[in-house]
């Protein structure tokens, strides 16, 4: 197996656990890259200077280069160092930092009702809920959200090495009509958000003077938000298939959703692995890289290293100071990671909400083709249960 196939396997932990005991970063000569599986050597890599977010020589992938979506591309703070992501970063982080939980659980619970059929359609809960939810945030209005939904979803696919030529082509369209959305509510002080005139009224914002930056952020949180949640709301899924006896758990105390969904984003987490490009030669746990190798870090392996979690093959809704990698660490530490939790959980509980009080649904899955994120896509089980 590779760490790329391990990502969508029944169960990819135990691949991982061997890795660890080899050496917690190993160069793999087959793949041609470091693989960084201890916790210790995934928080290394992911907080050093010299392990860049992209290659030196290729700041936007070449399929996607010439296009609208790769304007959009080589703008995120996510897929940029230096300024460039400071900038970004420093006007954005506030800004979601300083949301009021309390709004957003509004926000959120308001979004799931508008759902046409969450307790069902685990596909508008796990995909189109999240971007709504972050859309609404930003200031989009209601009539427009779900079309952003799915321009999202058709942008995404320009982050992944699987997509083909029609996918990347629907990516570019997608990058066209969001920057123009996004164009339109800029142009609209009356619509701002609290959220976007934070953003604006940052002074790194003044500093950054960059319309083009700005819309492209935002549509980055959109396109962070997507996948990444729909794997949270969607492994948690599965943990409920796993451990029925936590659908009564919920039930009884809704309040420990926020315990399941934060749990789950160790034990199973959605962003299975992350790259590193080395910009200089440096060593990290002993090991000398050199300038042009690149690092697969391991953020699932790191989340079950018993040096960082104690006992990380059991599932413990109250686990003690729990420890996760799976929203990066470092200086591209994810800012969503709380609003990402908080609308996980109250997915959880809108699912919950709609199923009948005696049995909950039995599902079958399998993983959407992906080589980092763990996302899985599910039919429900409609043979009688003996
Ligand atoms: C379960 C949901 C989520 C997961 C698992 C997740 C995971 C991550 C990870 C692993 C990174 C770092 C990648 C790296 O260092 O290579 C990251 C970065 C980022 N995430 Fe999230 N994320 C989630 C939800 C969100 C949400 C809801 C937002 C926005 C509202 C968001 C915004 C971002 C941004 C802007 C970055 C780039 C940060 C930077 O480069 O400084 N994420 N996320």
């Known amino acids: 197996m590779t760490p790329f196939e391990a990502v969508t396997q029944a169960d990819p932990y135990v691949y ?19 693989i960084a599986s201890s916790a210790n050597a995934v928080d290394a890599v992911l907080r050093h200077p010299d392990c860049r977010v992209r290659p030196l020589n290729e700041p936007v992938p070449s399929a996607i280069a010439q296009s609208a979506a790769g304007r959009v591309f080589g703008r995120l703070m996510r897929m940029n160092e230096g300024a460039r992501h400071l900038c970004a970063k420093m006007a954005i982080e506030p800004a979601l930092a300083a949301v009021d939980p309390q709004g957003f659980a509004g926000i959120v619970s308001r979004v799931v009702e508008g759902l046409e059929n969450p307790g069902d359609d685990l596909d508008e809960l796990m995909f189109t809920l999240p971007v709504c939810v972050i859309a609404s945030l930003i200031g989009i209005r209601s009539c427009q959200r ?21 996918q990347l082509g629907k990516a570019n369209s997608a990058a066209t009509r969001l920057s123009q959305v996004f164009s339109e509510l800029l ?51 599965v943990a409920l ?4 006896e936590l659908v009564e758990t919920l039930r009884a105390t809704p309040l420990l959703a926020a315990a399941l969904v934060a749990e789950v984003a160790r034990f199973d ?3 299975q692995n ?21 690092v697969l870090v391991l953020l699932a392996s790191a989340n079950r290293d018993p040096g960082a979690n104690p006992d990380p093959d059991s599932f413990l809704l109250n686990r003690p100071e729990r420890r996760t990698f799976g929203f990066g ?10 609003l990402a939790m908080c609308i996980a959980a109250e997915a959880m509980l809108a699912w919950l909400h709609r199923q009948p009080a005696v049995s909950a649904p039995v599902y079958r899955w399998r993983y959407r083709p992906s080589l980092n994120g763990r996302i899985p896509q599910f039919e429900q089980d409609r043979r009688p249960q003996s």
């Open 16 to 34: 991982y656990a061997g890795l660890r005991q080899q050496s917690g970063l190993l160069f793999d000569p087959h793949l041609g890259v470091w």
């Open 146 to 166: 779900r079309e952003v939904a799915r321009l999202t979803r058709d942008f995404v696919a320009c982050l992944s090495p699987l997509s083909d030529d029609s």
């Open 187 to 237: 142009n609209n002080d009356a619509e701002a958000s609290r959220l976007l005139s934070a953003v604006r009224n940052s002074d790194e914002t003044h500093a950054w003077e960059d319309r083009d930056g700005l819309i492209a952020n935002l549509i980055g949180l959109l396109s962070q938000t997507c996948e990444a949640t729909a794997g949270l709301i969607g492994n948690s899924l």
């Open 241 to 244: 298939q796993r451990l029925p």
């Open 269 to 271: 987490p959605a962003v």
């Open 274 to 294: 992350t790259r590193r490009f080395v910009a200089k030669r440096c060593t990290i746990e002993g090991s000398v890289l050199e300038a042009g190798d690149s």
């Open 329 to 338: 660490s470092g200086r591209h530490a994810c800012p969503g990671r709380q």
